[in-house]
């Protein structure tokens, strides 16, 4: 078992749902990107944003999973409100963002999860909800895509797919207890 999923003895899923306990690592309008480090075992401010750039929603990450880069399968929250670092919350996924990534290193999967978060006791949606709508999703792909190229990678959003195709890909992702 990694570092992550012993520091969090979370499994990526709540239960015998379908909801994901997801850790908040970067809050919504942060001009930074907070990342684990497992050595560490903390937080570690990871990259600044430019002037101005902040992230739409509150970002973190699913426990207990690798994803195609190497690192935890990515969630974006959609929620109005922020949470804190390290937070973690219970969440719906609605969609999958399937894009590919480059840099340097060569070409990889790095597809993000969109979700939104779920009442702890009653799992019904934490009121209000986002809609995401068709312009909400363009949105979303060309944040990602203008956040990879500032940081000298190509982000290629390839489609979105809807709430199976991402409990599929969480089920395939699952690091062995």
């Known amino acids: 078992m990694d570092k992550i999923s012993s520091t969090y003895k979370l ?8 909801l994901v306990n997801i850790v908040i690592d970067t809050s919504k309008a942060t001009p ?14 990871h990259k600044a944003m430019p002037l101005g750039f902040v992230f739409p ?13 190497g690192d935890p399968l ?15 919350i219970l969440g719906k996924l609605i969609a999958v963002l399937e894009a590919e990534q480059e840099d340097r290193k060569g070409k990889q999967r790095n597809d993000r999860l969109i979700a939104i978060p779920v009442e702890a006791t009653s799992h019904e949606p934490m009121l209000p909800v ?3 709508s068709r312009s909400l999703k ?5 944040f990602f ?4 190229e500032l940081q000298e990678r190509r982000f290629r959003p390839i489609r979105y ?3 199976s195709r991402a409990v599929h890909l969480v089920r395939k992702s699952c690091l062995a207890a």
């Open 11 to 18: 499994p990526p899923f709540f239960e015998k749902t379908q």
């Open 32 to 45: 930074f990107k907070l990342k684990f480090d497992e050595k560490s075992q903390v937080f570690l401010v």
């Open 57 to 69: 929603f509150n970002f973190g990450f699913l426990p207990s999973t690798r994803g195609g880069d």
């Open 74 to 88: 990515d969630v974006l929250l959609l929620t109005d409100f922020i949470l804190p670092t390290g937070a973690v």
């Open 130 to 132: 986002v809609e995401f």
């Open 138 to 142: 363009k949105a979303v792909s060309e």
């Open 145 to 148: 895509v203008k956040y990879n």
């Open 161 to 163: 797919a809807g709430p």
